[in-house]
C-alpha cells in the first residue's frame, strides 16, 4: 500500500538519528493504521465475499505491522514503554488505570496529556535545529 501523504512538518536538516528514527517510526506507525482502517472501511462496503476476505486479510496484516512498531517504540523510547506498563493489558477502564498511575489526580486534560508528552521531543528537536543554523551561519551544511 502506497504511504499516506505525509502532512505538512518543518524539516530539520540535523536532527539526531534517534529523535529521526523515533519520527520515522510514528509516522509509519501513523500510516499502518490508516492502512487498516482503509481495509477495513473497503471490506464493510464490498459485495463481493471473496474480495471482503481478502481485505480482511489485509487489515490484518497492518495491524500487525503496526503491533511491530509499537513494540520497536516500547523497547527504544523509555517513556512509551513505562506508559505501556501503565495502560497495556490491563482489565478495567483505562481512566481507573489513569488514576492508579497518577495517585488519583483528577485529569480534565487528558487530550492534552499526549501533547504535553510530545512537547520535550518538539522542544529538543528545535533546539538541536537552533544550534546548528547558529553553528553554520543559518546556512545549511
Same mark, same amino acid.
Given at each position: ?5 505525509? +502532512? *505538512? ?6 536532527? *539526531?538519528? /534517534?529523535?529521526?528514527?523515533?519520527? @520515522? ?13 482503509? %481495509?477495513?472501511?473497503? /471490506?464493510? +462496503?464490498?459485495?463481493? *465475499? $471473496?474480495? +471482503? ?8 496484516? $497492518? ?6 512498531? =509499537? ?8 517513556? @512509551? ?5 501503565? %495502560?497495556? %493489558? ?8 489513569? #488514576? #492508579? /498511575? ?11 496529556? =499526549?501533547?504535553? #508528552?510530545?512537547? *520535550? ?17 543559518? +546556512?545549511? /551544511?
Amino acid at each position: 500500500m502506497t504511504p499516506a501523504t505525509p +502532512r *505538512p512538518t518543518e524539516v530539520i536538516d540535523h536532527v *539526531p538519528s /534517534a529523535l529521526s528514527d523515533l519520527r @520515522f517510526a510514528a509516522e509509519a506507525l501513523r500510516e499502518e493504521i490508516d492502512a487498516m482502517v482503509g %481495509y477495513r472501511e473497503r /471490506a464493510s +462496503r464490498c459485495a463481493d *465475499p $471473496e474480495l +471482503r476476505e481478502v481485505l480482511h486479510h489485509n487489515a490484518r496484516e $497492518e495491524a500487525e505491522h503496526a503491533a511491530m512498531l =509499537i513494540e520497536w517504540l516500547r523497547r527504544n523510547e523509555s517513556s @512509551f514503554a513505562e506508559e505501556i506498563d501503565t %495502560y497495556l %493489558y490491563r482489565d478495567g477502564s483505562l481512566m481507573q488505570a489513569e #488514576r #492508579r /498511575a497518577t495517585g488519583g489526580e483528577s485529569s480534565t486534560s487528558d487530550a492534552r496529556g =499526549i501533547e504535553l #508528552r510530545i512537547e *520535550p521531543l518538539a522542544a529538543t528537536v528545535q533546539a538541536t535545529a537552533m544550534q546548528s543554523a547558529a553553528s553554520t551561519g543559518g +546556512r545549511h /551544511a
